[in-house]
Structure formats: C-alpha cells, structure tokens
C-alpha cells in the first residue's frame, strides 16, 4: 500500500501546478481532481470497514475536502488516508474480514490491502493518461495484485499489460477486448467450527513448495492432499481456466484460528453440473467431526448454485473413515472397483 500511494503522488506532484478538475482523467467520465478525491475515499471508506468489521454494509460516512483545499493538500489527503488503510491490515487478526459488495460480500485484511492498491494502480494510471505523465507501477506489486483479486485472470506475458486488459483499459494480444470486468475476493463458507477459506493463487503456490500458505496448522499440518489440490489449484490459474468459486478452501478452526485441513472441487462442474470433491484432514485433527461439518456446508453452498447438480467423491477403496464422512454428509455409494468407490450426492 506505501509503495503504491508513494507512486500515485509522485506522478501527481509533477502535476501539481496544472488545473486538476480542468483534465479528464483517461477514459473515465470523471475529471483528474474528482479521480483523486475518489482513491482517497475508497482508501479510508476500505480502512473502516475492516477496522470495524462492517458486515452488511459501508460504514455510513464519506469523504469531503474543506473548501479550498488544493492539490497539494489532496496529495496531503491520499497520503494520509493510504496510511490509515495500511494500519488497518497491519493491525487486523488474520480471521477478521469486513463488508465488500462483491462477488462475496466480504474481504479479508489481505484483500482490503489489495484494493486499496487496485484503486491506487489503475486511477493513477488514469490520471497519468490524462496529464500526459508516464507512468508504470513496480512488476511485482502488480503480479501479487493480479493473483490476489484477479484469479480468473491467466497471467499475461507482461504484469502491468494484463492487469490494464483485465479491467478494460489496454489490448492485450490473443485475448479479446475486456468491456466488463470485477475483481474477486476470496469466499469463506461458515461450518459450525470451522470456516472454509478459499485459497488464493499466491498462498496455493506456497503450499505447493512446502510452506504453510500463510496459515497457522496444527500439530503434523498441512498433509500431503492439500498440497497436491493447492498445486492443481496453480496450474489452472496458471492455465487461465481457474474459477475462484470453485476453489480448494483450507478448514481453519473458529476457536483458535488454526487450519485443520483442507477441502474443495476438482474444477469447475461439467456441462452436466457434476462436479468432484476432495477433502483430507491433518492426522491430530481426525477423529473429530470436522470433515463431516466442512463437506456437509461445502455440499449445501455448491448445490444451492445453478450450476451444479451432483457432487461426486472419490475414495480409496479401503479408506473406511473417508468413506463414513461421505456417508454422514448424505452421499449414497454409486460405483465401486478394485481401488476406489464414487459417492454421489445430488441437489
């Protein structure tokens, strides 16, 4: 968040003598002046509704300039209200989240930090477009901010092209024109002791090379599946054909923040709505009732959907406890061989 603010001013400062509200800012409706005073709302309006963990909607306040503030002092303004976010997700517990309309209604301390700097990044851009300054933020801010809120999105040759593409406001060749466009937050599914946290990209890759996706595990966690479904996971964002709704979520304990496990959809569903589940547990955390409550939440938010119509599980054959979860969640036994039996429940 500091680093991206510090390049939106800088470009600004360089501008600082030229009449703001005189200046289109690139191919928004909005003037330059209006264009920052909207980057410095957004930034405090993302801060208090994670420091106060508005739930159904934005805290009811807005943003207003005294009269007579100059672009100096609104430089003064984004400076400050970028802080204020950045002390916001500094200091918010890992499992806090606050109220964003899109697409799942929430965000977490991570995904706040990321649109903050979205709105940062694409309006500075905006207005440089406008003013005729170059500009082009540092490659690595915008690959983490690409794998953070664009998941959907097949990473491009070139970070800052892509990320332009994606939200209308550049070509990007072989990909056709972007003319509607959101980014997307990671979905949390509620489970009685648990909460299904969807993975992002960044923390998929970290589980994949031996880390702990930036999660806290009990004792003998992460097991080996869910580095696997974390690596399957990369390769179809890397591939451009991830959905994030469909996604490997990582089973975290409500009563101390820890993760237990991890849970979630071999892909998207089929053109018949089928769509195959996985699941594993960290040894200490087996034995307790915990995949029974995750697959029975994940199973009821999948096959409330259109999309899905039947969810599938297979399971080796001689897996006698994965196959008493499956049962208990309301699968019926559908097919069976020498190695694996396939579970099946439909909506």
Request: proline share 6%; with cysteine.
């Amino acid at each position: 968040m500091t680093e991206a603010v510090a390049g939106c001013t800088a470009m600004l400062r360089a501008a600082l003598d030229r009449d703001w509200s005189a200046v289109r800012a690139g191919r928004l409706e909005w003037d330059c002046h209006a264009t920052a005073v909207h980057v410095a709302d957004d930034l405090i309006a993302y801060a208090a509704n994670l420091a106060g963990r508005a739930q159904d909607d934005y805290v009811p306040f807005e943003l207003t300039l005294d009269e007579g503030t100059g672009n100096a002092g609104l430089l003064h303004v984004i400076e400050t209200t970028g802080a204020l976010l950045a002390a916001a997700v500094r200091t918010a517990p890992a499992q806090a989240r606050g109220f964003h309309p899109y697409p799942f209604r929430s965000a977490d301390a991570e995904g706040f930090a990321a649109m903050g700097v979205a709105e940062v990044l694409l309006h500075t851009h905006d207005m440089a477009e406008g003013l005729g300054i170059p500009y082009e933020p540092p490659a690595e801010l915008v690959v983490s901010l690409l794998a953070c809120l664009f998941p959907h999105v097949q990473p491009g040759p070139a970070p800052w092209p892509t990320l332009l593409w994606a939200t209308g406001r550049g070509e990007l060749p072989g990909r056709a024109p972007v003319t509607e466009w959101r980014w997307s937050n990671n979905l949390v599914i509620p489970a009685g002791r648990l909460t299904l946290t969807g993975l992002r990209p960044a923390a998929a890759q970290d589980l994949r090379l031996g880390g702990d996706g930036g999660f806290t595990w009990i004792e003998g966690g992460p097991y080996q599946g869910t580095r696997d479904a974390a690596g399957m996971q990369l390769k179809a964002y890397e591939a451009g054909v991830h959905r994030p709704e469909f996604n490997v979520f990582v089973l975290v304990r409500a009563q101390d923040g820890r993760a237990v496990g991890g849970m979630g959809f071999h892909g998207a569903p089929d053109e018949e709505g089928c769509v195959e589940i996985g699941y594993d547990l960290a040894e200490a955390a087996r034995g307790q009732g915990y995949a029974t409550e995750a697959l029975r939440a994940l199973s009821q938010w999948a096959l409330a959907r259109d999309d899905v119509r039947t969810l599938i599980a297979k399971i080796d054959l001689d897996n006698a406890p994965s196959r008493a979860v499956v049962t208990r969640a309301g699968f019926r036994l559908v097919a069976e061989d020498d190695k694996l039996v396939t579970y099946e429940l439909r909506g």
